[in-house]
């Protein structure tokens, strides 16, 4: 936990029913963010969002909405740096 938030580190993600893909696979596909002024990998943001639809948990479906608003903006702008502007609010 940080003070924005959980922070997971993970060795393996799945990413559909029975297929986990490693940290090698992952890597490939990752962003470089720059955070506090260290260059770190991120998973894509199609892999989270392919694990989380996977994991069908109730907190992982909470998060479903804001990352694929987050992943059609992307898309909208044609970049993989997160937006900016904040997502809306979460509907009831």
Partial sequence: MTDAGDFDVLATMETAPGRRMSYDDLAQRAIVAEVDGVRVQVVA????????????????????????????????????????????????
């Fill in 45 to 92: 943001l199609s892999d989270i969002i392919a694990s989380k639809e996977t994991a069908d948990r109730a907190k992982d479906r909470e998060a479903l909405p804001e990352l694929r608003w987050l992943a059609a903006q992307r898309t909208a702008s044609g970049s993989s740096v997160p937006p900016c502007s904040s997502p809306p609010p979460p509907s009831s």
